[in-house]
């Protein structure tokens, strides 16, 4: 029988610990801690009304002489399905299109410039089935699509019979901006993405937005630190990580990639993970010798805010929907990369020469042996 599954870290330590003792673990744990955001009574209505988790903090910079503060605030969302995975397929789109608005509302009614959703917030995550039908009916057009004329989103898109994983970037005016897709597929456990969509062939966009630069690392690119570097290399200021990912595998990673990223290439970063256990109508095997089973496993939400001084937001819960909003001031990065220095001395030359080496499947490793 399956372990009951708890709420979050935070919850857990604050069973167990109070006042000063409590305030130190969550300091050595998340860094310099973060004031919290003042919500609007609407917003905390919407939350209350709806269902789900609304946490907020202000992740401030040092006052310069120079350049006023660059605020923006930045929601991530994190959500279930809300229909059985035996409906039609647009009564289960449909569904988490109402679902997401009142979460949007909430995120709007508390200040956020900027909102972001997990991967494949529009469906059920059915790539471990390995089923064609109806899953990939879920496929969009970046353009057209109706998720696109909803809201901001992650969608698949379908062109000249290739589909990717594409996140669709809309800015404030209403307006598409551009698309990102997944450029690392992952071929692990149940993840079998390859059966659905092709790597990408766009690299690593960045978006200006009137809120700041924005990239959009997919899910399983978190485990690549080169994906990451990238999109800062081309100028991203945030850098969100929608994603879909399940307890036993990635859970003890989460807390870590996306923290490190931030404090790597002088970037804000945002995880953003669904949340729930999402039980399909056919039986499925793992290759792993286990017997077939119904459900992917939990999806542990967790989603939270990097700063580039390597402090971060606490998570949202691992079992409720919620809404996490933070005010970010932008001139974090620039402070960040003058103290550091890590761009100065990150060698770019030297790696990109050692990089086209190993590429060669000819390549033999430098090892050095005792004579």
């Known amino acids: 029988m399956a372990a009951a599954q708890i709420d979050g870290v935070e919850t857990a330590l604050a069973e167990k610990l109070e006042g000063v003792s409590l305030d130190e673990v969550k300091r050595i744990l998340y860094g310099r801690p973060y004031?919290?955001?003042?919500?609007?009574?609407?917003?905390?209505?919407?939350?209350?009304?709806?269902?789900?988790?609304?946490?907020g903090y202000i992740v401030d910079a040092q006052?310069?002489?120079t350049r006023a503060p660059r605020l923006v605030r930045v929601a991530a969302i994190q959500n279930r399905i809300h229909r059985p995975t035996t409906d039609s397929v647009v009564e289960q789109r449909d569904a988490i299109h109402q679902r997401v608005a009142a979460m949007i509302e909430a995120a709007a009614a508390a200040g956020a410039n900027v909102v972001g959703l997990q991967e494949a917030w529009t469906m059920p995550f059915a790539f471990c089935t390995r089923e064609r039908l109806p899953w990939t009916e879920f496929?969009?057009?970046?353009?057209?699509?109706?998720t696109t004329q909803f809201?901001?989103?992650?969608?698949d898109e379908e062109k000249d019979d290739v589909i990717w994983n594409t996140?669709?970037?809309?800015?404030?005016?209403?307006?598409?901006?551009g698309r990102s897709r997944k450029n690392h597929i992952p071929r692990v456990g149940d993840f079998n993405e390859s059966t659905y969509y092709m790597e990408s062939t766009l690299g690593h966009p960045v978006f200006e937005t009137k809120y700041g630069r924005i990239g959009i690392n997919?899910?399983?690119g978190r485990h690549h630190p080169q994906n990451w570097m990238m999109y800062a290399l081309n100028g991203a200021e945030i850098i969100f990580n929608p994603s879909a990912t399940v307890g036993a595998l990635s859970e003890p990673l989460w807390g870590i990639e996306a923290r490190n990223a931030a404090i790597a290439n002088h970037v804000f970063t945002v995880g953003i993970n669904r949340v729930g256990t999402e039980v399909f109508?056919?039986?499925?095997?793992?290759?792993?010798?286990?017997?077939?089973?119904?459900d992917f496993g939990h999806f542990y939400g967790s989603s939270y805010i990097a700063a580039p001084d390597g402090s971060r937001t606490p998570s949202l819960s691992r079992v409720r929907e919620g809404v996490l909003v933070a005010e970010l001031d932008l001139n974090l990065c620039r402070q960040c990369k003058d103290a550091w220095g890590f761009r100065m001395t990150n060698r770019l030359d030297m790696y990109a020469q050692k990089l086209t080496e190993v590429s060669n499947p000819d390549y033999r490793p430098d090892i050095r042996r005792e004579q």
């Open 35 to 55: 004031k919290s955001l003042e919500f609007s009574a609407e917003a905390t209505k919407l939350a209350q009304d709806g269902d789900f988790q609304l946490a």
């Open 63 to 65: 006052k310069e002489q």
């Open 139 to 146: 496929a969009e057009s970046v353009y057209t699509g109706p």
């Open 151 to 155: 809201c901001p989103n992650l969608l």
């Open 167 to 177: 996140a669709v970037v809309i800015s404030h005016t209403g307006r598409v901006i």
């Open 218 to 220: 997919i899910c399983y």
């Open 281 to 294: 109508p056919n039986e499925f095997t793992s290759g792993n010798g286990q017997p077939a089973h119904k």
